[in-house]
């Protein structure tokens, strides 16, 4: 079975500050993984997907995600954090049949003015 | 464009009453659909799946039920509420491996 682990549960960063949110996969595929963020009482928002291709994938908002099929990690990074990037963030990873999505338990960012 | 529509958007109900919370799926034909509950303070858990009309694929036992009567219409109920069933329920959709889901704002239950 499919499985997303987030080390982190919560972070606090500086704003200005570059970013790093850690995702491991479990899967026995290539796997389609996401990033998600949740801003607090809202609906989940898509902000970056990796199918195929290009390990490294470009995201909205300035946020992007490196594949290393080698240590099954999906991190989530950004170079200068906002302090709208206050949010929830899932990782999620979906079977190949599509009908599948799994998340991780989310990882919590507060950013310091 | 495709949207998706979840309603209500909060909602209170003592403990043993009924629900029913609905969601609705445009601009798009024969999705697949999904109902997510998160707790407080935890992670999103599938409730539900639905590949066509009528076809439902339950994840966990539990007090809730789910029934597709239309194909972009999903619902989610229960004969009678527990204060285990409180938190933010989530329907989504997609359309296959090779596309996101897309989520609705959500439906914040409060059971008392």
């Known amino acids: 079975a499919q499985s997303v682990t987030q080390p982190d549960i919560h972070i606090t960063v500086s704003e200005g500050a570059s970013l790093e949110l850690r995702c491991n996969y479990s899967?026995?595929?290539?796997?389609?993984l996401f990033w998600y963020v949740q801003s607090p009482g809202q609906g989940l928002q898509l902000l970056l997907k990796?199918?195929?291709?290009?390990?490294l994938v470009q995201g909205i908002k300035g946020f992007e995600a490196e594949f290393k099929r080698s240590q099954s990690s999906f991190n989530l990074r950004k170079p200068s954090v906002h302090w709208s990037d206050a949010a929830e963030y899932f990782c999620?990873?979906?079977?190949?049949?599509?009908?599948?999505?799994?998340f991780g338990g989310g990882t919590r960012l507060m950013v310091k003015p | 464009s495709q949207t998706i529509h979840q309603w209500p958007a909060t909602l209170v109900q003592p403990v043993g009453s009924p629900l029913s919370l609905e969601c609705t799926v445009e601009?798009?034909?024969?999705?697949?659909l999904y109902w997510y509950r998160q707790a407080a303070g935890r992670g999103l858990q599938l409730l539900f799946y639905?590949?066509?009309?009528?076809?439902i694929s339950s994840e966990v036992p539990q007090n809730l039920s789910a029934s597709r009567p239309q194909d972009r219409q999903f619902i989610l109920s229960s004969k009678k509420l527990l204060l285990s069933d409180s938190g933010f329920y989530l329907c989504?959709?997609?359309?296959?491996?090779?596309?996101?889901?897309?989520f609705g704002s959500g439906t914040r239950l409060t059971v008392v």
């Open positions: 989504a959709w997609n359309t296959g491996a090779g596309y996101g889901y897309t």
């Open positions: 899967y026995g595929a290539t796997p389609y």
């Open positions: 990796y199918f195929s291709g290009d390990t």
């Open positions: 999620a990873v979906v079977n190949n049949a599509g009908n599948m999505l799994t």
């Open positions: 601009g798009t034909s024969n999705p697949n």
């Open positions: 639905s590949i066509g009309i009528g076809q």
